[in-house]
C-alpha cells in the first residue's frame, strides 16, 4: 500500500521555524517530483514547492513568499523522504500542509498528483 505521512507541524509564534517532513513508503519516488502543498480554511489547496524528480532541482509557487529561503524543499531518495523547512513563518501560513507525489517533472497543479498525505497542520500565532 503505497502511503506518504507527514509530520513536523504544530504551534510556532510569527518569525519561527518548522521543518516538515514527508515520508513514502509502499514504492520508489525516485522517478516522481516530490511536493508540498497547503490549504487553509476556506481557501483553495495551494502549491507552495517541489523538488523534481532524479535532478532534485526545486521550484516554488508563489516565489515573492515562498522563494529566498523563507521555504526551502529538499528531498532524500534513499530515504524515500522529502522535507520543507520554513523559516520567519508568519500568521498567514497558517494551514494544513500536504505532501504529494507526481510522475511528470515539473508537475505544480493538484490535478496533476496522483498521491498525496493526510497533512499536518501548522498554527503560526502573532
Known amino acids: 500500500q503505497v502511503q506518504l505521512v507527514e509530520s513536523g507541524g504544530g504551534l510556532v509564534q510569527a518569525g519561527g521555524s518548522l521543518r516538515l517532513s514527508c515520508a513514502a513508503s509502499?514504492?520508489?519516488?525516485?522517478?516522481?517530483?516530490m511536493a508540498w502543498f497547503r490549504q487553509a480554511p476556506g481557501k483553495e489547496r495551494e502549491f507552495v514547492a517541489a523538488?523534481?524528480?532524479?535532478?532534485?532541482?526545486?521550484?516554488?509557487?508563489d516565489l515573492a513568499n515562498f522563494a529566498k529561503g523563507r521555504f526551502t524543499i529538499s528531498r532524500n531518495d534513499a530515504q524515500n523522504s522529502a522535507d520543507l523547512q520554513m523559516n520567519s513563518l508568519k500568521p498567514e501560513d497558517t494551514a494544513v500542509y500536504f505532501c504529494?507525489?507526481?510522475?511528470?517533472?515539473?508537475?505544480?497543479?493538484?490535478?496533476?498528483?496522483?498521491?498525496w498525505g493526510q497533512g499536518t497542520q501548522v498554527t503560526v500565532s502573532s
Open positions: 504529494a507525489a507526481a510522475p511528470r517533472p515539473r508537475a505544480h497543479s493538484k490535478d496533476e498528483f496522483d498521491y
Open positions: 509502499g514504492r520508489s519516488f525516485r522517478t516522481y517530483v
Open positions: 523538488a523534481n524528480r532524479l535532478s532534485g532541482s526545486s521550484y516554488y509557487g
